[in-house]
Antibody
Framework: QVQLVESGGGLVKPGGSLRLSCAAS????????MTWIRQTPGKGLEWVSY????????YYRDSVKGRFTISRDNAKNSLYLQMNSLRAGDTAVYYC???????????WGQGTTVTVSS | DIQMTQSPPSLSASVGDRVTITCRAS??????LNWYQQIPGKAPKLLIY???SLQSGVPSRFSGSGSGTDFTLTITSLQPADFGTYYC????????FGGGTKVEIK
């Protein structure tokens, strides 16, 4: 079945780095935009970044530009989020999801927790 | 950025009640409006896309309406499985979510 499984979350000190991974299965991965969305108790759901199926089009929210890098490996059906210079405000559950724009964010992973704390 | 404002922030209703949640966009988003349900500890689940289209597998008691800046999610007969938090999302320009509406069953 269609599935997304995230990994790579954890506890990291401010200024540190983490790389999140998302393994996709059950659909033609390269046909879809993929997105990272995060959720905090205070700010709710917040879009972070998305990337086109070919990898040629990329967008980021302003607060992560220059610190986060989204990438994908279509041969491995995998999406990644490299997070550098992490801040306390980046603490959240990070979801990988399939993005269809007009048809909604229709498939979500289970989420992986990132905690930035000294 | 397009801001999405949901109301009410929370509500409590009885099984069988009709429930309505509204979402307002800060600018015209045509029909690029989606609705999600989130159960605690789980990822959001897509219910309605393109303002009024029911996602496959979602019960027909859920419906959506609206276009432009004002949108509504209606649950015609609330069921125990419908508790959780509901979010609207615009995908017209980037992606932004509303603040959520927490639905409790009386």
């Amino acid at each position: 079945q269609v599935q997304l499984v995230e990994s790579g979350g954890g506890l990291v000190k401010p200024g540190g780095s983490l790389r999140l991974s998302c393994a996709a299965s059950g659909f033609t991965f390269s046909d879809y935009y993929m997105t990272w969305i995060r959720q905090t108790p205070g700010k709710g759901l917040e879009w972070v970044s998305y990337m086109s199926g070919s990898g040629t089009t990329v967008y980021y929210r302003d607060s992560v530009k220059g610190r986060f890098t989204i990438s994908r490996d279509n041969a491995k059906n995998s999406l990644y989020l490299q997070m550098n210079s992490l801040r306390a405000g980046d603490t959240a559950v990070y979801y990988c999801a399939r993005e269809t724009r007009y048809y909604g964010t229709d498939v979500w992973g289970q989420g992986t927790t990132v905690t930035v704390s000294s | 950025d397009i801001q999405m404002t949901q109301s009410p922030p929370s509500l409590s209703a009885s099984v069988g009640d009709r429930v309505t949640i509204t979402c307002r966009a800060s600018q015209n988003i045509n029909s690029y409006l989606n609705w999600y349900q989130q159960i605690p500890g789980k990822a959001p689940k897509l219910l309605i896309y393109a303002a009024s289209s029911l996602q496959s597998g979602v019960p027909s008691r859920f419906s959506g309406s609206g276009s432009g800046t004002d949108f509504t999610l209606t649950i015609t007969s609330l069921q125990p499985a419908d508790f959780g938090t509901y979010y609207c999302q615009q995908s017209y320009n980037s992606i932004t979510f509303g603040g959520g509406t927490k639905v409790e069953i009386k």
